[in-house]
């Protein structure tokens, strides 16, 4: 990991979304220095499902060596960031490093986004990241490091990152957009940049959107923290950048990354908006010693039919979801396979991820980053497409 170097000591990040996640570790990591951290968040009572408050982080903070100001912030209220704004520079004397952290996400398409999850992300992620930015600016331009860090990703505009969650991509390109434009506004003032991981985080989203088991598949938030770090640390001459953890990270000579993983050795899932093919993740992964599961097998040639599709229920049951299984009459170790992955697959499973099954006796499938690089269609979200990942996972250990 990268050791802290004590350039943060006595300065005053602002975090949104710091209660939690990776606004909380990008904190701890600050505090480690001896820095001031304001805890911008929205959690203040303890939360149903998630874990930690604005007030719980304060005290890790402090206990890791720094001073904490715990603030209630809704980054879609101007008046609780201007409130927030003006307590810290009261305590502190000034704002020396804003990052823009806090953010909203629903991975669902046009059709199935309900309007006030749009307005949503789009508050709280494009608009909240300027409000917080042109609120803060005036003081980040009185410091000797003023700098401002959005958790957004590079603005990538293959379609496959719009097709199946349009509002989302928008939301989040709004946040990457205004490292664009204020790195040019503010040159030699204020840097402004953006960080995105390579590989999937995991946090307590990460573990909503893909349930038991997702984690072995994610890093920690400590490489993000650590790449976070590298960057304030950095002058103002380095502005306008697009950082990827990893990338920044083996630059500054890190060269084990299974202290990030949470499973060491296990396949990681890559981030959204990053084009990696999976022969090319496959290679990567090798190199750090994992052994990739989603390598494509040689395509079997499908048999032709011909005569009616018994595939196809007649009569009432005409429409309805079903699940068919070409070689459950057969003998032998296949027919046994397809024993089990029946016993597993009902018409229920099918109609709630609306997915087409296709098993191949070559290779191993891996959904997710299927869904992610459009080569598999499945009506819904991403959520589904890990649902069907984890139902694989099922299958690999009974078989």
Partial sequence: ML???????????????????IGKA???????????????????????????????AAEEIEAAGGKALACIVNVREEEQIVDAVDQAVQKFGGIDVLVNNASAISL??????????V???MSANTRGTYLTSKICL???????????LNISPPINLNPIWFKNHCAYTISKYGMSMCVLGMAEE???????????????????AMDMLGGAGVEKQ?????ILADAAYCILTKPKTFTGNFVIDETLLREEGIQNFDVYAVAPGHPLLPDFFLDVDPETLAMKMEAQGATPTFREGKKQD?????????????????????????????GGPVAETFKIIKAAISDEVVKSTQGIYRFELSGKLKPTLAFMSGKLAIKGDMALAIKLERLMGQFNAKL
């Avoid at 050791?3 to 996640?21: E, Q, V, Y």
């Avoid at 820095?35 to 719980?56: D, E, M, Q, S």
């Avoid at 005036?138 to 410091?143: D, H, N, V």
């Fill in 108 to 117: 669902t398409g046009t059709l199935d986004t309900p309007t006030k999850k």
């Fill in 302 to 330: 499908l048999p032709k039919h011909e005569g009616p599709d018994k595939t196809k229920p007649e009569g009432p049951d005409r429409g309805k979801l079903h699940v068919h299984f070409a070689a459950e009459k057969s």
């Fill in 138 to 148: 005036p003081y980040l331009k009185k410091s000797k490091i003023g700098h401002i």
């Fill in 186 to 204: 503010f040159r030699g003032e204020v840097a402004v940049n953006a960080l995105w991981p390579q590989t999937a985080i995991y946090t307590s």
């Fill in 26 to 56: 990008i904190a701890l990591k600050a505090a480690k220095d001896g820095a001031n951290i304001v805890i911008a968040a929205k959690t203040g009572v303890p939360h149903r499902t998630l874990p930690g408050t604005i007030y719980t």
């Fill in 218 to 222: 994610c890093r920690k938030t400590d």
């Fill in 3 to 21: 050791p802290n170097t004590g350039r943060l000591a006595g300065c005053t990040l602002f975090i949104t979304g710091a209660s939690r996640g």
């Fill in 119 to 121: 307005d949503l992300m």
